[in-house]
């Protein structure tokens, strides 16, 4: 096979798995996730020879178009593109995404909807593979937003909820906002140069002024910033926990959230171009703190993964923003894996033990242990302790900080110290979670079954293993794919610098869950734990994390993002800040649509109706012609005929001297004017 | 010599009169004697008219003797369904008589 048909397979298969389940779901049943991971695995496999072909190969391996439709005489051409890049994030989310549909056959068993779950899901992993294929713009902008509706369908999968209704509704409506970027780039970028092949676009924005450039760079942004939920558009990602877990675990580490990150690193030579990477970095850093401290006091297990996620991605961004798109992408890839796994965890703890509130559970690795040791193997990859996957990316990234350092002291400098904070933060809030939920004395839980146990233990390896794929000197690597020739400069003391960090985040959790228990009475406060509690890091911390939480930062930013269209709207008197989002958001919406279902009403099914008036005017008119024009005609025939018939038989008698003197008088008749003719 | 005309006009003052009685008799019988004296009548223009043919009146006489044939086999079929009818109904009077009636 070609690597073009075979990058066409990847998207392609999940999609007509999609389809087919979307005519034949009902009727297959639980069978219906069969046809889903089949084509996935098969993608999987087309990946991974993708993947291979991409080793060592100059330029994109596939670079394909067809001429999709003309408008206003602009060819707009749909194609393949797969390069470096392409292909190991392709393998990425294809592994994950198996993992995850193998783990959803047992947790959504029995579930009422479960071939509509996994037509929603496949369709979703094909717009992944789509948005990482595309070669050209306005393709890759239709899968992107094909992943957000199939987003939209899946966060409000269990759409009796309420919340889960409101958190689709805020996902879907949150990172159209973004889209709207995407699609003015396109635009702008369609009108001027007629073409939408994204290498051809990036190869003639690089001769454009930089102004130009950074418009658009700014416009891309827009649509990552809020398809990878960074602030201040990370509002959707916690409230989309609302759906069933396989689909946080998908959407918060391979697919959705990925995205973004991946349309950057896409885009890469025109960030670098226009020099907007400072405005990349910014918000990355910011969101990776700030999505750290909150996960510290969040008490739902899933929203405490959701914040983990925001904090991975701004680390993901940060990177991004100081040229380390190795790092970026190696994080992104290591993320997904790691990431995907302690959803899974978390998914199969909450299956155990029927609450979603850390709180709640107590003591599940005893009787648990695959999970407890799935989860650990997980938390540990993202504290990045050496020597798992999130290790090696996590100092990827510190290195690309680092490096930023020796160009601009003071930018590099602040990044890189508050990255080192995160990791701090990040060590603590994964273990803080991990001592509460899996260690200690707790009830008998049963561990779940073995359809989503495997996909975790297989996970479980991966992360284990992952971070081979970018171990410095190595010959085969992302880095000799991503950006061959250039070196990549380890050091050392940065990697031991970053160990510490993440170890000193699991020993103060340690010290931490000690101390809480000591608090509910189960033993004394040690002196040491006084003094860590009373003001060195404890409490300053917590007290801002809970700050952050009673500030209610999301609502602010809910209004912060929306309050130019509420300055329009002239809605700036209601000030509460929930009112203002509903006002806005929900309700604006809700107008908008209300009066769109109005001229539905009035215009659409006006016009509608009145084609429908005059169509049965025209079939009144032709009925009246039917029946009395030519039924008439018809009738009258032979109601003539039947009055002939009538008056005529009057003459039949039935006398014989009638008929005798008809006869008589005829015949005569005939003789006379036989007679005068013969004249 | 009596001239043929007379024969032409006693022709057909008799052909009248079996016309009359033909559409005023009611009985079948007097209907078919009405009939007989009508070919009669006939017979004896054609006899007259012949007279008065260069050939001597040989075929008016012919045209007679078809008539008078003819009308033998007329009275034969036409007494047969007079005594059928007679048979079926017990008289057979034309008034009876209008099942062709509209």
């Not at chain 1, 990552?224 to 916690?238: H, R, T």
């Not at chain 1, 400069?489 to 610098?497: K, N, Q, R």
Request: with cysteine; aromatic share 10%.
């Amino acid at each position: 096979m070609t690597p073009t048909l075979t990058a066409f397979l990847v998207p392609a298969l999940p999609a007509a798995a999609a389809l087919f389940l979307a005519v034949f779901g009902r009727r297959m049943g639980e069978r219906s996730s069969h046809v889903a991971i089949g084509a996935l695995a098969l993608s999987l496999i087309a990946s991974v020879s993708l993947l291979v072909g991409a080793f060592g190969h100059e330029g994109p391996l596939v670079h394909a178009t067809v001429p999709w439709a003309v408008v206003g005489g602009v060819p707009i051409e749909f194609g393949l593109f797969v390069d470096g890049l392409s292909a190991s994030v392709l393998v990425m989310v294809a592994a994950v995404a198996t993992m995850v549909f193998v783990y959803a056959t047992g947790y959504m068993k029995g579930d009422a909807r479960y071939p509509w779950f996994f037509t929603v899901f496949s369709l979703f992993t094909a717009c992944m593979f789509g948005v990482v294929t595309s070669s050209s713009l306005l393709e890759l902008m239709l899968f992107w937003e094909v992943m957000g509706l199939c987003s939209f369908l899946l966060i409000g999968y269990y759409f009796e909820r309420p919340d889960a209704r409101r958190a689709a509704f805020k996902a879907f409506i949150t990172t159209r906002i973004g889209d709207m970027g995407l699609l003015l780039a396109v635009a702008l970028l369609l009108g001027r140069y007629k073409t939408v092949d994204i290498p051809t676009l990036l190869a003639e924005l690089a001769k454009e002024p930089k102004a130009f450039m950074w418009m658009i760079c700014a416009l891309l942004f827009a649509a990552a910033v809020s398809k990878s939920a960074q602030f201040p558009m990370y509002i959707w990602l916690p409230d989309a926990m609302a759906g069933p877990t396989p689909v946080s675990g998908l959407l918060h580490s391979a697919t959705m959230v990925a995205a973004g990150v991946f349309l950057v690193c896409r885009a890469y030579p025109l960030f670098v171009g226009a020099d907007f990477l400072p405005m990349i970095a910014w918000p990355g850093i910011f969101t990776a703190l700030y999505g750290a401290v909150l996960a510290l006091t969040e008490t739902d297990i899933k929203r405490t993964l959701a914040y983990s996620t925001m904090s991975q991605l701004g680390y993901m961004m940060v990177a991004l923003g100081t040229g380390g798109l190795v790092a970026a992408v190696f994080h992104l890839i290591t993320h997904g894996f790691f990431k995907s796994l302690l959803f899974l965890s978390a998914g199969s703890v909450i299956h155990g033990t029927k609450t979603q509130d850390i709180r709640e559970m107590r003591g599940v690795g005893k009787t648990m242990p695959i999970t407890g040791a799935c989860f650990l193997i997980g938390a540990l990859a993202l504290s990045g302790i050496p020597p798992l996957a999130g290790f090696f990316s996590k100092d990827a990234v510190l290195a690309s900080l680092l490096g930023a350092t020796t160009v601009q002291p003071v930018f590099g400098g602040t990044l890189l110290v508050v990255g080192l904070m995160t990791a701090v933060l990040s060590a603590f809030y994964m273990f803080r979670v991990y001592f509460g939920v899996f260690r200690g004395p707790g009830r008998k839980y049963h561990e779940s079954p073995r359809a989503m146990i495997a996909p975790m233990v297989a996970l479980a390896g991966v992360t284990v293993v992952a971070g081979a794929i970018n171990l410095p000197g190595l010959r085969v690597s992302l880095a000799g794919m991503l950006e061959p020739g250039v070196v990549e400069h380890a050091f050392p003391w940065l990697m031991a610098v970053s160990a510490c960090a993440a170890g000193a985040g699991v020993y103060i959790a340690w010290e931490s869950t000690r101390l809480r228990r000591a608090l509910h009475g189960t033993g004394p406060i040690p002196p040491n734990l006084q003094r860590l509690y009373g003001g060195v890091f404890l409490r300053p911390v917590f007290a801002v994390s809970r700050f952050l939480r009673e500030l209610n930062l999301d609502y602010i930013l809910e209004n912060l993002v929306v309050a130019p269209v509420l300055w329009l709207c002239g809605l700036a008197s209601r000030l509460d800040p929930d009112v203002l989002y509903t006002a806005v958001f929900v309700n604006g919406v809700g107008r908008v649509a209300a009066s769109l279902a109005a001229i539905d009403v009035t215009v659409v099914d006006g016009a509608v109706m009145a084609v429908g008036r005059a169509g049965l005017g025209v079939a009144r008119g032709s009925g009246f012609v039917d029946t009395r024009g030519i039924d008439g005609a018809v009738d009258g025939v032979a109601g003539g005929t039947m009055a002939l018939g009538r008056g005529l038989k009057r003459l039949q008698t039935g006398v014989t001297a009638n008929y005798a003197l008809f006869m008589i008088v005829f015949g005569v008749a005939i003789f006379y004017v036989a007679w005068w003719l013969a004249r | 010599m009596v001239p043929p005309v007379y024969f032409m006009v006693l022709g057909a003052i008799v052909f009248l009169i079996a016309m009359f009685g033909f559409l005023t008799r009611r009985s079948l019988l007097q209907a078919l004697m009405c009939l007989e004296l009508m070919t009669a009548s006939v017979s004896l223009t054609f006899i007259a008219i012949g007279r008065s043919m260069p050939d001597g009146g040989l075929g008016g006489m012919a045209m007679a003797t078809f008539v008078i044939v003819i009308g033998a086999a007329e009275i034969g079929m036409g007494l047969a369904i007079v005594m059928l009818y007679f048979r079926r109904h017990g008289d057979a009077t034309t008034d009876d008589i209008d099942l062709l009636g509209g």
